[in-house]
């Protein structure tokens, strides 16, 4: 099977910095996607950024500027730099990824646990 770790969460003061990982393991044949979302009390679950191997990588409008993706390919984990937080950045941070398991395999949607980022004013 597929598991997916996020780690790097915790209380920081606004306007300071947090950094994400979130490590694939298991039987993975290949990783197509991984990406950031996040989810708030009583709000649905968004996406913050995504990364697309060999391809590209994107951050969401809302937190530009302040969150950069970036991966290690060779490590299946992936990153998200968090600079000038705000109360507003206060959620559940979840990644997922789109993993095949062999060559014969169909892609299927992964997802981790989530780390808690906490931010005070």
């Known amino acids: 099977q597929v598991r997916l770790v996020e780690s790097g969460g915790g209380l920081v003061r606004a306007g300071g910095s947090l950094r994400l990982s979130c490590v694939a393991s298991?039987?993975?044949?290949?990783?197509?996607?991984m990406r950031w979302y996040r989810q708030a009390p009583g709000y649905q679950r968004e996406l913050v950024a995504s990364?697309?191997?060999?391809?590209?990588?994107n951050v969401v409008d809302s937190v530009k500027g302040r969150f950069t993706i970036s991966a290690d390919n060779a490590k299946n984990t992936i990153f998200l730099q968090m600079n000038s937080l705000k109360p507003e950045d206060t959620a559940v941070y979840y990644c997922?990824?789109?993993?095949?398991?062999?060559?014969?395999?169909?892609?299927?949607?992964?997802w981790g646990q989530g780390t808690q980022v906490t931010v005070s004013s």
């Open positions: 997922n990824a789109d993993v095949k398991t062999s060559y014969y395999d169909y892609e299927s949607t992964y």
């Open positions: 298991g039987s993975i044949y290949s990783i197509d996607a």
């Open positions: 990364w697309t191997f060999g391809r590209f990588s």
